[in-house]
């Protein structure tokens, strides 16, 4: 099970952190990822983590402002998010791939950019 917590309301050019809490599984062995979906558009892959965090991938879009991280001890995955934009607005869903790519996901927290 995966829940995620942090979003909320924030001024452009202001800063969230979000995080996801796994309980269950084997989440040091797990690749993570956090996506995002706005009103009318589609699921959009924003960061990806490998299982020992040696791997990772940001979209073009939150590159340099974004920075993903995990602590395998304590079962979670961080999303900092910085200088954030309107056209960050989004739900924030993390996902693990536990069994096959992104088979399990967390219920999504609500980030607002305002302008």
């Known amino acids: 099970q995966l829940v995620e917590s942090g979003g909320g309301l924030v001024q452009a050019g202001g800063s969230l952190r979000l995080s996801c809490a796994a309980s269950g599984g084997t989440f040091s062995t797990y690749p993570m990822g956090w996506f995002r979906q706005a009103p009318g558009k589609e699921r959009e892959d924003v960061a990806r983590l490998s299982w020992n965090g040696g791997n990772n991938y940001y979209a073009d879009s939150v590159k340099g402002r974004f920075t993903i991280s995990r602590d395998n001890a304590k079962k979670t995955l961080y999303l900092q998010m910085n200088n954030l934009k309107p056209d960050d607005t989004a739900v924030y869903y993390c996902?693990?791939?536990?069994?096959?790519?992104?088979?399990?996901w967390g219920q999504g927290t609500q980030v607002t950019v305002s302008s």
């Open positions: 996902a693990a791939s536990t069994a096959t790519a992104w088979d399990s």
